[in-house]
């Protein structure tokens, strides 16, 4: 199984914390551009993902072009989906585009 062979990172609430203020200083120092490649657009679109789906994200697992997620539905059954990293950049634009509007 895929849980197995996870090495993971936990972290904190206050991790967490950090790791978003830093990531907005980042973004007002940048350009401004989203290129929607970055592993933050591609977990923000995971995370929509899931959201819609009702889920809940317990697992993220990235090789080469493909990101595996498990993800625990409704019943409590766990559920992985492997993304290839083109079609999560699909997704991301759309969601990009709709936010424009």
């Known amino acids: 199984m895929l ?23 980042n973004r007002r120092r940048e350009s401004g551009a989203n290129t929607g490649r970055r592993l933050s657009h591609l977990l923000r679109t995971i995370g929509e993902q899931v959201y819609r789906r009702h889920q809940r994200l317990l ?6 072009q493909q990101i595996s997620v498990v ?9 992985l989906n492997v993304l290839r990293t083109d079609n999560l950049y699909d997704l991301w634009v759309r969601m990009y585009l709709q936010r424009s509007q």
């Open 59 to 64: 697992a993220v697992s990235w090789q080469d």
């Open 3 to 25: 849980l197995d062979r996870i090495v993971g990172f936990l972290f904190s609430a206050e991790d967490i914390k950090r790791l978003e203020y830093e990531g907005v200083q």
């Open 71 to 79: 993800c625990e539905n409704a019943a409590g059954r766990r559920e």
